[in-house]
């Protein structure tokens, strides 16, 4: 089958810097996103890796092991703002998204 | 903002009863989605569309239909709602689908509630 691992919740403090770990097994690859969700809300698309190695897009840094089936998104400057889920999805051999359960990212003051 | 609007919002709805979802989307994108989301679960898919009258079954479709007789609107039909429908059902679009990258983008919702 295929699968998805996400931690289920971690906290960290406002201002420093948290590593949200994905790990897939699926039927092929081709391409990982990351999505964030406020409560309540649609997600929202953060970050796409198809090649191995780390993308940078301001404050939030996507990395990708194709070999290891393992992604993180790395968020520094932690705001208050932050405060949300984090959704790991893989493009498998068809082009079907299969989605993570989600990290819940809980900051505080 | 993608210009996707699901309606309704919210709805309450009893047991055995038909239920559709509304999705209309103004960015002429060929490809629709319709996901539901529940707690402990990843996103998953229920059906989707890749054009007018073109539609495939997800990994989660007993239990609901689909329709998409225009490029915009997309229905999501619970042909007799059960509790176990009970969940927040996410609309999607893409220009291309997921190939080179392509991002989908998401609706706000739509809470259902079976009872």
């Known amino acids: 089958g295929q699968n998805i691992d996400q931690p289920t919740e971690m906290t960290a403090t406002e201002g420093a810097i948290v590593q949200i770990n994905c790990t897939y097994q699926?039927?092929?690859?081709?391409?990982l996103f990351w999505y964030q969700q406020h409560a309540g809300e649609a997600p929202t698309f953060l970050s796409y890796?198809?090649l191995d190695g780390l993308e940078e897009k301001g404050r939030f840094s996507s990395f990708l092991s194709r070999s290891k089936g393992y992604s993180y998104l790395l968020l520094k400057e932690l705001q208050m703002k932050d405060s949300a889920s984090y959704l790991c999805?893989?493009?498998?051999?068809?082009?079907?998204?299969?989605w993570g359960a989600g990290t819940k990212l809980i900051i505080k003051p | 903002d993608a210009g996707i609007t699901q309606s309704p919002r919210h709805k309450v709805t009893e047991t055995g009863t038909p239920v559709t979802l509304r999705c209309h989307q103004t960015?002429?994108?060929?490809?629709m989605y319709w996901y539901r989301q529940d707690p402990g679960h990843g996103l998953r898919l229920i059906h989707y569309?890749?054009?007018?009258?073109?539609?495939d079954k997800g990994e989660v479709s007993d239990g609901y239909s689909v329709s998409r007789s225009k490029t915009e609107d997309f229905l999501l039909t619970l042909e007799s709602a059960t509790s176990s429908q009970t969940s927040v059902y996410f609309c999607?679009?893409?220009?291309?689908?997921?190939?080179?990258?392509?991002?989908?983008?998401f609706g706000e919702g739509s809470w259902l509630t079976v009872v």
């Open positions: 890796n198809v």
């Open positions: 699926t039927s092929g690859f081709n391409g």
């Open positions: 999805a893989v493009t498998d051999s068809n082009y079907q998204l299969i």
């Open positions: 999607a679009i893409s220009p291309t689908g997921t190939e080179g990258g392509n991002t989908i983008y």
């Open positions: 569309s890749y054009g007018v009258k073109d539609t």
């Open positions: 960015e002429n994108h060929r490809y």
